[in-house]
């Protein structure tokens, strides 16, 4: 299996985007404890092999510049709510950066929501190629509009504190076939050991 990567890694016709995801699919074949369960990372598998030739569907790109984002104040998966006092499954990841920071488009799509909502406050939903949707919540505004095609490092809007929050963060989610996976699946490899700062090259 090494040989098989390596060599695929090596072949000078992957361009750089693809031999990220083969990484990326390789170390979570190695880390079962990834923090996914195998029906996400399998969604997630099925996505990538749907859509080998355009990573720009898939959604890699980090929606906040990496000189903004602060932090991670909370991932995915169970927590305690810090507004409804209870245990709670957040499906989704809180990046924190200033209000006002550059909101980008993880990846090509077509924007199908830019409302209010008010547990979100004002949030984008984006349809990618492939299936995979994308949600940005707590905007301070949106720049975009239902029907607008975006591309991926696109700027949709900018972090805010609107809906339920205690602070301004982007709260990030990414859908396959419907079901919040854990958008740390895509960006693993792109992160340090800390999981806190992002590396982007
Ligand atoms: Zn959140």
Redesign the pocket.
């Given at each position: 299996m090494i040989a098989i990567v390596s060599y695929i890694i090596k072949n000078n016709r992957i361009n750089r985007n693809q031999r990220l995801l083969i990484i990326i699919t390789f170390v979570m074949m190695l880390n079962p404890n990834i923090s996914v369960v195998n029906a996400q990372e399998q969604r997630v598998e099925g996505l990538i092999a749907e859509d080998s030739n355009n990573l720009k569907y898939t959604p890699l790109f980090f929606p906040i510049n990496k000189d903004d984002f602060i932090n991670i104040s909370?991932h995915y998966g169970y927590r305690y709510h810090p507004i409804d006092h209870k245990q709670k499954k957040?499906l989704?990841i809180?990046l924190v950066a200033k209000k006002g920071k550059a909101v980008f488009a993880s990846a090509d799509g077509i924007v199908i929501k830019s409302d209010y909502q008010k547990g979100y406050g004002n949030r984008i939903i984006i349809y990618h190629i492939g299936g995979a949707k994308t949600l940005y919540a707590h905007l301070w505004r949106s720049i975009v509009k239902p029907g607008q095609k975006v591309s991926q490092g696109q700027r949709i809007g900018f972090v805010g504190a609107t809906g339920k929050v205690t602070g301004p963060h982007l709260?990030y989610e990414v859908w396959i076939q419907d079901k919040k996976i854990n958008p740390l699946v895509f960006w693993k490899k792109m992160m340090n050991s800390k999981g806190q700062k992002m590396v982007m090259n």
């Amino acid at each position: 299996m090494i040989a098989i990567v390596s060599y695929i890694i090596k072949n000078n016709r992957i361009n750089r985007n693809q031999r990220l995801l083969i990484i990326i699919t390789f170390v979570m074949m190695l880390n079962p404890n990834i923090s996914v369960v195998n029906a996400q990372e399998q969604r997630v598998e099925g996505l990538i092999a749907e859509d080998s030739n355009n990573l720009k569907y898939t959604p890699l790109f980090f929606p906040i510049n990496k000189d903004d984002f602060i932090n991670i104040s909370s991932h995915y998966g169970y927590r305690y709510h810090p507004i409804d006092h209870k245990q709670k499954k957040h499906l989704g990841i809180d990046l924190v950066a200033k209000k006002g920071k550059a909101v980008f488009a993880s990846a090509d799509g077509i924007v199908i929501k830019s409302d209010y909502q008010k547990g979100y406050g004002n949030r984008i939903i984006i349809y990618h190629i492939g299936g995979a949707k994308t949600l940005y919540a707590h905007l301070w505004r949106s720049i975009v509009k239902p029907g607008q095609k975006v591309s991926q490092g696109q700027r949709i809007g900018f972090v805010g504190a609107t809906g339920k929050v205690t602070g301004p963060h982007l709260h990030y989610e990414v859908w396959i076939q419907d079901k919040k996976i854990n958008p740390l699946v895509f960006w693993k490899k792109m992160m340090n050991s800390k999981g806190q700062k992002m590396v982007m090259n």
